[in-house]
C-alpha cells in the first residue's frame, strides 16, 4: 500500500512539483484509517481502490485537489467519516468535490430506452457541477471495471452495461479517449464474451500475418517524412475492439470488411505540418476515396482534433492514417483532461485560450469569465433551467428548474395529476408545492376519492402542460357548474345592458356570436365563460356590436346628398366611429371624459360593462391604476382610424397674471379662430392668479396644440395645460 502511495507520490512530482503533499499525505492517512476494516471483493484492503483512483487522476496530471479527493471519495459514504469532518481537515472545495462523487453514486441505474439513457447523461452532469467530480467518478468506474472479475457474473453484466451506456459516452464527451475505449473494452467482452474473443483472434491472426507490412510501412514513411525534414514520432496499433465490435454488428460488416483495422499515427510539431505529412502519404499510398476526413479545420464536438485518411498498401492491406500535432494528440487521449497539463507552464494568453477550449466543449454559452481563475470554468452548469427527477420506476424525467410535484404528475399523465392528494420525495412526504432537485425520486399519492386538482395548483405549477391539464379539467369536470355560472352571469349581463335573452336567442344574433366563440351551442358558451374561457365582457360586446347591425339593417339608408355633416354635440358619447378595436368591429364606442382623447393622442379601449369601449388617453391616470388592478383581458388595442370630421370636446385650463380683460382676450381668440367654446369660467387666487377653465370643440390634437400655443403668447398667460383641474 505504501508502496502505491508512494507510486503516486512520485507520479505526481514528475508534472507538479508545487502540488499540495502535505494534504495528499493527510487524505490518505485518512482514508486508510477510515477504510482500515474494509476488504476489497478482490482482496486486499479497501484503501487500493481510492489509492488507484487517484493514480488513475494522476495519469492525468490532475490538480492536488482532484487527488485528495479521490484518496477520500468513498470514505462518507463508507465510513464513519463526514462531509464535516473532511470540510474542516480539508477545505469546502474538497468536501465539495468528494460530496459530488457520493452523490453521483447514489444515482440509481436500470437500463432504459435511448431517450432515458440521454437523460441520465444529462443528469449526471447536472448534477457533477464541477467537472473534476466526473473525472474522478470515471477513475472509480475505471478502476472498479478493472477489478470487476471478483463480482458475480449478474453484477458484471449490470456495471458492464451501465458502463457502456452512461460512463464510456460521459467519457467521450469530455474527450477522455483513453478511459473512454479502456471502458468499452473491458464492458464489452462482459457483455458479449464470445463475439470478442473472435475479434481478438481474428486481430491477433492479422497481426501476425500483417506485422511484417506495418513495420515496413513504418520504417518507409519515416524515411520519406525524414528527407522532407518533417520532425515526427510514429506509431501503429490495432483498432480497440469494441470499435471494431460496433462497426461489425451496426453496420453489420464482417471482420473482413472493416478497413481501418489498423492504424498509424503520426504526431508532427505545427498543424501546417499535418498537411505537409498528408500530401507525402497520398504521394506514398493510394487513398480511398471519401474517407479523408478533416478534424483540424472542423474539430469533433468534444474538440477532438486529427486528420484522417485510408490508404491502401501493398499487397492491398488498408491502414488508416492519423496525423496531428502533440497537443493535439493530449487533447485526443484526454480530452478535458488535458487542459491541467497545459496548466502548469503556460502563459496567460494560453490560459485564456484553454479556457475558451474548456468553454466550447461543453458547449457553455456563459459569459466571459475572469481568464486566471481557471478553477471557476470548471464549475459546470450546463443544464442550469433544467432539472432532471426519477420516477418511483426509475426512468428520468426532464422538466424546467423551478417545477413542483404537480408539474411531474401532470408530466406522468393527466390521470395522475388529477387524482394527486400529496407526494413523497426521497420516501419523505412533502407539501404539493415542493421545488423539485436534481435526482430526486419523486412518488406521487394518489386516491380515487380525490376532488380532483384545486385552482390553486395553476399557480404552484411551472409547466405550460401541467397548466392546460389543471384547465382541461375544470373545463370538462365541472361543465355543469359552468354553465350554471356563466349562464348566470351573462342573463344579468344582458339585463343591465336593456336588452332580453329573447332579443339574444334569435339566430341573426345568436348565430353570429356563437360562431365568434367557436361554440356549438349557448351551452357552450356559457360553460366558457363559466370557467372563464371567454372573457364576458367581449361576449356582451359581440351581442351589442349584432344588435346595433340588426337595427342598422331595419333603418332605410339615408340618401348620400342629405347626409347631415357630423353633429359637433353628437360624437362623444354616441357611437362614435373614428377609432379602430383590434379584434372587434362595429362595437360601441366612447371617449372617456376623465381625459378627452383626441385624434393623434396615443390610446387605448377599456370594455366597459354595457357601455361598450371606453377611450382613454394612455397616460390617462385611470389607466395607469386600472391597468394594474384589471386583468388585462379588458384592456383592448385602439387606434384612430385615418380620417375624421368629427369634433371633440377638450378641456384647456390657462394660468395668468391676474390683468383687467385677461378673460376677453381668451374669448377674442377663439371668436377669431372659429372654435367653439361650450363653457368658460374664471376666478382669481389669493396670490393674484386668474384661472380660466374652458371647454371647446377641438378638430384633432394638432389643432388643440395650435390653440394652445397661441393662447399662450396672450400678455400676461404664464401655463396652458390640457385637462380639467
Ligand atoms: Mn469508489
Known amino acids: 500500500m505504501q508502496e502505491i502511495f508512494d507510486q503516486l507520490i512520485a507520479k505526481i512530482k514528475k508534472y507538479n512539483k508545487n502540488a499540495d503533499f502535505d494534504k495528499i499525505t493527510r487524505a490518505y492517512e485518512l482514508a486508510r484509517e477510515a477504510h482500515k476494516s474494509q476488504t476489497r471483493v478482490a482482496g486486499g484492503p479497501f484503501i487500493i481502490h481510492p489509492l488507484e483512483v487517484a493514480n488513475i487522476l494522476a495519469d492525468m496530471s490532475l490538480d492536488s485537489d482532484s487527488i485528495t479527493a479521490a484518496l477520500l471519495h468513498d470514505t462518507v459514504e463508507d465510513t464513519d467519516v463526514t462531509l464535516d469532518d473532511i470540510k474542516s481537515q480539508f477545505g469546502k472545495e474538497i468536501a465539495d468535490l468528494v460530496d459530488g462523487v457520493t452523490k453521483l453514486g447514489r444515482i440509481p441505474y436500470s437500463s432504459k430506452e435511448e431517450q432515458q439513457i440521454e437523460n441520465l447523461r444529462k443528469m449526471f452532469l447536472a448534477m457533477a457541477k464541477d467537472i473534476r467530480v466526473l473525472l474522478i467518478k470515471l477513475a472509480d468506474r475505471l478502476h472498479n471495471m478493472r477489478t470487476i472479475s471478483s463480482m458475480p457474473e449478474e453484477k458484471q453484466r449490470q456495471k458492464a452495461l451501465e458502463t457502456i451506456e452512461v460512463y464510456s459516452p460521459l467519457a467521450h464527451r469530455l474527450g477522455i479517449q483513453k478511459i473512454k475505449t479502456e471502458l468499452e473494452d473491458i464492458s464489452i467482452k462482459i457483455l ?57 454488428y451496426t453496420q453489420n460488416r464482417s471482420f473482413d470488411e472493416i478497413y481501418d483495422l489498423f492504424a ?180 406521487i399519492i394518489r386516491s380515487s376519492s380525490s376532488h380532483g386538482p384545486s385552482l390553486d395548483w395553476l399557480k404552484m405549477c411551472k409547466t405550460s402542460g401541467a397548466r392546460n391539464k389543471i384547465r382541461q379539467w375544470f373545463k370538462k369536470e365541472k361543465r355543469d357548474e359552468n354553465i350554471t355560472r356563466g349562464k348566470n352571469e351573462f342573463e344579468k349581463e344582458i339585463k343591465r345592458n336593456g336588452l332580453s335573452m329573447n332579443d339574444v336567442l334569435k339566430d341573426e344574433i345568436r348565430v353570429p356570436l356563437l360562431n365568434r366563440f367557436s361554440a356549438k351551442s349557448m351551452d357552450d358558451l356559457y360553460a366558457g365563460i363559466g370557467y372563464g374561457g371567454f372573457s364576458l365582457n367581449k361576449v356582451i360586446l359581440k351581442v351589442l356590436s349584432e344588435c346595433d347591425k340588426q337595427k342598422k339593417q331595419q333603418e332605410p339608408e339615408p340618401a348620400p346628398e342629405l347626409a347631415a355633416p357630423e353633429q359637433p354635440e353628437k360624437p362623444q358619447t354616441k357611437n362614435y366611429r373614428g377609432i379602430l378595436v383590434e379584434g372587434m368591429d362595429n362595437c360601441l364606442i366612447k371617449l372617456a371624459r376623465c381625459c378627452n382623447p383626441l385624434p393623434g393622442d396615443e390610446v387605448v379601449g377599456f370594455i366597459t360593462r354595457g ?35 368629427s369634433l371633440f370636446t377638450s378641456t384647456l385650463q390657462i394660468v395668468s397674471r391676474d390683468r383687467l380683460n385677461i378673460v376677453a382676450d381668451v374669448i377674442n381668440l377663439f371668436s377669431t379662430m372659429k372654435i367653439k367654446t361650450s363653457s368658460i369660467n374664471a376666478r382669481e387666487t389669493k396670490d393674484g392668479f386668474t384661472l380660466i377653465n374652458v371647454s371647446i370643440e377641438i378638430k384633432s390634437l394638432a389643432q388643440l396644440e395650435f390653440v394652445m400655443n397661441k393662447l399662450s403668447r396672450i400678455q400676461g398667460v404664464i401655463d396652458v395645460v390640457r385637462g380639467m383641474q
Not at 505540418?273 to 478533416?294: A, T, W
Not at 499487397?315 to 494528440?329: L, W
Request: with cysteine; aromatic share 8%; net charge negative.
Open 192 to 248: 458479449d464474451p464470445i463475439a470478442c474473443r473472435e475479434i481478438e483472434e481474428n486481430i491477433a491472426k492479422k497481426m501476425v500475418q500483417n506485422e511484417a507490412f506495418l513495420s515496413s510501412i513504418e520504417e518507409s514513411v519515416k524515411k520519406r517524412l525524414d528527407e522532407a525534414g518533417l520532425k515526427h514520432t510514429i506509431s501503429s496499433r490495432a483498432k480497440h475492439i469494441y470499435s471494431i465490435y460496433r462497426k461489425m
Open 264 to 443: 498509424i499515427r503520426i504526431i508532427v510539431d505545427e498543424t501546417v505540418d499535418c498537411y505537409n505529412v498528408l500530401g507525402i502519404m497520398h504521394d506514398m499510398y493510394k487513398p480511398i476515396p471519401r474517407r479523408f476526413k478533416d478534424y483540424i479545420s472542423t474539430p469533433k464536438p468534444n474538440m477532438y482534433q486529427s486528420l484522417h485518411t485510408t490508404v491502401i498498401g501493398k499487397a492491398g492491406v488498408a491502414f488508416e492514417v492519423q496525423i496531428r500535432t502533440k497537443e493535439m494528440d493530449e487533447v485526443a487521449e484526454m480530452g478535458i483532461a488535458a487542459h491541467w497539463k497545459y496548466k502548469q507552464n503556460i502563459t496567460d494568453k494560453r490560459a485564456g485560450e484553454n479556457l475558451i477550449w474548456v468553454r466550447q466543449l461543453l458547449e457553455i454559452q456563459k459569459e466571459s469569465e475572469d481568464p486566471d481563475d481557471l478553477m471557476r470554468a470548471l464549475k459546470i452548469d450546463m443544464f442550469a433551467d433544467e432539472v432532471f427527477v426519477f420516477t418511483p420506476a426509475g426512468d428520468v424525467l426532464n422538466l424546467p428548474q423551478g417545477s413542483t410535484i404537480i408539474d411531474f404528475a401532470y408530466a406522468i399523465h393527466s390521470g395522475v395529476g388529477n387524482n394527486m392528494n400529496g407526494g413523497k420525495v426521497n420516501g419523505r412526504i412533502v407539501p404539493i408545492d415542493y421545488v423539485l432537485h436534481n435526482g430526486d425520486i419523486v412518488e
Open 611 to 645: 357601455f361598450g369601449v371606453s377611450v382613454h388617453k394612455k397616460n390617462c391616470v385611470n389607466v395607469v391604476n386600472n391597468t394594474e388592478r384589471d386583468s388585462n383581458q379588458r384592456w383592448v388595442k385602439v387606434s384612430w382610424t385615418q380620417t375624421s370630421e
